[in-house]
């Protein structure tokens, strides 16, 4: 689902709309769109680090592959604007039971 809004908690005073929700199970994963590419001055000092990446249509750890051809991009915002949504997820009661993850997807350049 692309877009999709969650449920608002009014207990924790939380809202947030996902770019990507994944259905997973009985539940929903969700997925943050990424347009820019993003280095630190130390992470391009070190050069390529492999990551795993999947296709959307199977955005699960059993499905990805190493690629090595571009660097990764984890940022402790990108991180906590997941951790966010799963919060919200959890709340609504409709994250996904069998796993917990979340992802970025950008671009292939």
Not at 3 to 22: C, F, N, T, W, Y
Not at 72 to 80: A, E, I, Q, T, W
Request: hydrophobic residues 40%.
């Amino acid at each position: 689902m692309r877009g999709g809004r969650l449920p608002i908690d009014h207990e924790a005073h939380r809202v947030g709309q996902p770019d990507l929700l994944v259905r997973h199970g009985e539940g929903y994963l969700p997925i943050e769109g990424q347009v820019a590419t993003r280095r630190s001055s130390a992470s391009a000092r070190r050069g390529p680090v492999p990551r795993f990446v999947c296709d959307v249509t199977s955005p699960f750890f059993y499905a990805a592959v190493v690629d090595v051809e571009h660097n990764p991009r984890k940022h402790l915002g990108d991180l906590m604007q997941l951790a966010h949504y799963r919060a919200l997820l959890d709340a609504a009661g409709i994250a996904s039971l069998e796993c917990f993850a979340a992802g970025s997807a950008a671009p292939r350049v």
